[in-house]
């Protein structure tokens, strides 16, 4: 699991999809959601089926710019 943090707060699932699943089948994705405010709270959290596919992804993104953040990848 992939842990994906300074995410744009106004990114959803299907966004975080959408940029990790180029890189293989995704098994899950967690994107915890502020109940005040309904947006993101900067974070999510990425489950591939195959580690070698979180492995690819995690170094093309950590550090990798979106909307001007910068991601800040763990596992």
Known sequence: TIYA????????????????????????ITVPMDAVTNKNKGFAFVEFEDRRDAE???EKFDGFSVEGRRL????
């Open 5 to 28: 943090g300074n995410l744009p707060y106004d990114f959803i699932e299907r966004d975080v999809a959408t940029m990790f699943e180029r890189y293989g089948r995704l098994k899950s």
């Open 56 to 58: 690819d992804a995690f």
């Open 72 to 75: 800040r990848l763990d596992w």
